[in-house]
Structures are given as structure tokens and as C-alpha cells.
């Protein structure tokens, strides 16, 4: 049995109120009716609906390329070790690996930086009937960038010494326009950030230094980016105030327990794809007599 609406409610940045991320704890796990059920019986549950929410995501998937009238844009932001290629992983697993495609944005190239901040993501989109997923996204440019301006190199307009309000307050417009365009044009936009907490972040950290088979995981800019946390979690605040709305809402995930974020995730779309009342194509009189001739001739051979 999937979530009930007004829980998954609960993880929704509402459209144009003051958000903050401190009202999001990241590390709910449970609500208050399940709270005297204990830790194991809601992490049960939890499996339970990940599960069926799989299978039902795999079949939708089938019907979202057969229906091809929309297409599924997901974005996924967060810290270091929050968790995002794990939820991309389970949340998937049950996807016909031709309907989905994952990408990952690394620094800019030459060509990129000589283009608008948004193009080089234009290029990736999902094209109708499949699922996207941007493990980072065009946020980067204003969450890593706002947190360190000077790798906006040239992108900085020649007579602004530095980024005010103003640039970023037209960044965030830029990017609402986008998203509105993109759902006039039939994408479903569903924007996840994987909130993790200082203190879990530093315990995962950890588990990469202690462990061999993690060691590779781990760089010493990630030690270096967890310095400025104070100031990404504020760039964090702005941006998804600035940009959950109505067409394409953010959603705050819980991810100190990993279950949970994945159960979450998993759950806002299989929602969003339900909401959709996705169909096969009708079969016409014409498509039909065809195919009734194909079984006599097959069946003739």
C-alpha cells in the first residue's frame, strides 16, 4: 500500500511561502501513528511499499513509452554522501534500462561555459515515453556556484564585480521559465533533495575512511565543501523557495535513514506517473482487421 497523500505531502516545499530547511527533519522515519510500532515494523513496511511501488514504477515506465505523450524529468540534489546513486539504484532497479537514462553533470567544459548555464542540460533531456535523471542538475549553478562565485569565470556579466541579489533572483526566474516550458511541452518535472544532517554525513564520511572497498568513494574536496555547510544549506533555502512551484515542485527528502529516502523517492513517482492515467494506444478497426489477417497467415504457415 503506497503512502497516503498527505504524507508524502508532508516532504512538499509549498509554492511561494517562506521555507525553511530547518522545519525538514532529516531524520524522520516514520509517522506519529506508527511511532509505538517500533523502528523494525515501520522499516518493514517501509520495504513493503518500496517493493510494490517498483513493480508498479516498471509497469507504468511500459505504459509511459507506449502512451509517448509525456516524458519524466527527475532531479536529484543533495550533499556529499547523501545518497543519491543508492536511491537512483534501488528506486530504478525495476526499470527497463532503455526507458531511463542517468546522467551525471561534472565542471563545465570550455564549450559549456561559452553557452548559457542551462544548455548543456537542454542537450540531455528525455524525450517523450522515457525517464531522465539528472544526478545534479542546472541547480549546481545556483547552489556550488552561489556558494563559490568565482567559478562563474566569464559567465559574470563584464560590468558586475560580483553576483548580487539581483543575479541570482534572474537565475531563479531563468530556471522556472525552463521547467515551465518543458511542462507546457509535456515533461513531468520531480525535483528531490536528499537532506542529510551534518552529524550523518560525518558518520558516512567515516565508514569510507574505515572501510577498503569504500576508500575510493571518499576525496578530500568533500572534507573541504562539508566547511561551507552553514553556507550551502542557506544557497539550499533560496533556491528551493525561489523555485518549487505548482509545475514542478521540490520535495525534501529525509536521507539519514537510506530506507526511507528511497521509499520516498520511490513513492513521489509512482504517484506522479499514477496522476498521469497513462493508456495504451487504441487499436483502430483497420489495425485490427490487420492484425486478425497476421494470425490466419501465421497460423496457415
Same mark, same amino acid.
Given at each position: 500500500?503506497?503512502?497516503?497523500?498527505?504524507?508524502?505531502?508532508?516532504?512538499?516545499?509549498?509554492?511561494? *511561502?517562506?521555507?525553511?530547511?530547518?522545519?525538514?527533519?532529516?531524520?524522520?522515519?516514520?509517522?506519529?501513528?506508527?511511532?509505538?510500532?517500533? *523502528?523494525?515494523? @515501520?522499516?518493514?513496511?517501509?520495504?513493503?511499499?518500496?517493493?510494490?511501488?517498483?513493480?508498479?514504477?516498471?509497469?507504468?515506465?511500459?505504459?509511459?513509452?507506449?502512451?509517448?505523450?509525456?516524458?519524466?524529468?527527475?532531479?536529484?540534489?543533495?550533499?556529499?554522501?547523501?545518497? *543519491?546513486?543508492?536511491?537512483?539504484?534501488?528506486?530504478?532497479?525495476?526499470?527497463?534500462?532503455?526507458?531511463?537514462?542517468?546522467?551525471?553533470?561534472?565542471?563545465?567544459?570550455?564549450?559549456?561555459?561559452?553557452?548559457?548555464?542551462?544548455?548543456?542540460?537542454?542537450?540531455?533531456?528525455?524525450?517523450?515515453?522515457?525517464?531522465?535523471?539528472?544526478?545534479?542538475?542546472?541547480?549546481?549553478?545556483?547552489? @556550488?556556484?552561489?556558494?563559490?562565485?568565482?567559478?562563474?569565470?566569464?559567465?559574470?556579466?563584464?560590468?558586475?564585480?560580483?553576483?548580487?541579489?539581483?543575479?541570482?533572483?534572474?537565475?531563479?526566474?531563468?530556471?522556472?521559465?525552463?521547467?515551465?516550458?518543458?511542462?507546457?511541452?509535456?515533461?513531468?518535472?520531480?525535483?528531490?533533495?536528499?537532506?542529510?544532517?551534518?552529524?550523518?554525513?560525518?558518520?558516512?564520511?567515516?565508514?569510507?575512511?574505515?572501510?577498503?572497498? *569504500?576508500?575510493?568513494?571518499?576525496?578530500?574536496?568533500?572534507?573541504?565543501?562539508?566547511?561551507?555547510?552553514?553556507?550551502?544549506?542557506?544557497?539550499?533555502?533560496?533556491?528551493?523557495?525561489?523555485?518549487?512551484?505548482?509545475?514542478?515542485?521540490?520535495?525534501? @527528502?529525509?536521507?539519514?535513514?537510506?530506507?526511507?529516502?528511497?521509499?520516498? @523517492?520511490?513513492?513521489?513517482?509512482?504517484?506522479?506517473?499514477?496522476?498521469?492515467?497513462?493508456?495504451?494506444?487504441?487499436?483502430?478497426?483497420?489495425?485490427?482487421?490487420?492484425?486478425?489477417?497476421?494470425?490466419?497467415?501465421?497460423?496457415?504457415?
Amino acid at each position: 500500500m503506497p503512502m497516503r497523500k498527505e504524507t508524502i505531502d508532508l516532504f512538499r516545499v509549498p509554492s511561494g *511561502k517562506e521555507f525553511r530547511l530547518k522545519d525538514f527533519n532529516p531524520g524522520w522515519k516514520q509517522t506519529k501513528e506508527l511511532e509505538e510500532l517500533g *523502528k523494525s515494523v @515501520v522499516k518493514e513496511r517501509a520495504t513493503q511499499i518500496l517493493e510494490e511501488n517498483l513493480a508498479e514504477l516498471a509497469a507504468a515506465q511500459d505504459l509511459l513509452y507506449a502512451d509517448d505523450r509525456y516524458s519524466v524529468l527527475i532531479v536529484l540534489q543533495a550533499m556529499d554522501a547523501a545518497g *543519491k546513486d543508492g536511491a537512483i539504484k534501488h528506486v530504478m532497479s525495476g526499470v527497463n534500462p532503455q526507458g531511463c537514462q542517468v546522467f551525471s553533470f561534472k565542471k563545465p567544459s570550455s564549450e559549456e561555459l561559452d553557452h548559457n548555464f542551462l544548455w548543456r542540460y537542454m542537450k540531455s533531456l528525455p524525450e517523450r515515453g522515457r525517464i531522465g535523471i539528472f544526478n545534479r542538475s542546472y541547480y549546481e549553478d545556483v547552489l @556550488v556556484v552561489k556558494v563559490h562565485p568565482e567559478l562563474l569565470g566569464r559567465q559574470l556579466p563584464r560590468d558586475k564585480q560580483k553576483p548580487g541579489k539581483k543575479f541570482w533572483d534572474e537565475r531563479y526566474e531563468d530556471i522556472n521559465a525552463f521547467e515551465r516550458h518543458l511542462t507546457r511541452n509535456g515533461t513531468v518535472i520531480l525535483k528531490f533533495f536528499l537532506h542529510v544532517s551534518k552529524d550523518e554525513q560525518k558518520r558516512r564520511f567515516l565508514e569510507r575512511l574505515d572501510r577498503p572497498e *569504500k576508500n575510493w568513494k571518499f576525496s578530500p574536496s568533500d572534507l573541504e565543501e562539508r566547511g561551507y555547510w552553514d553556507d550551502y544549506m542557506k544557497a539550499y533555502e533560496d533556491a528551493l523557495s525561489a523555485t518549487s512551484t505548482e509545475w514542478a515542485p521540490w520535495y525534501v @527528502v529525509p536521507a539519514d535513514y537510506k530506507w526511507v529516502s528511497r521509499v520516498v @523517492v520511490a513513492d513521489v513517482i509512482t504517484t506522479a506517473l499514477r496522476d498521469l492515467e497513462l493508456t495504451y494506444p487504441e487499436v483502430t478497426d483497420e489495425q485490427t482487421k490487420r492484425l486478425a489477417d497476421a494470425r490466419v497467415r501465421l497460423a496457415a504457415e
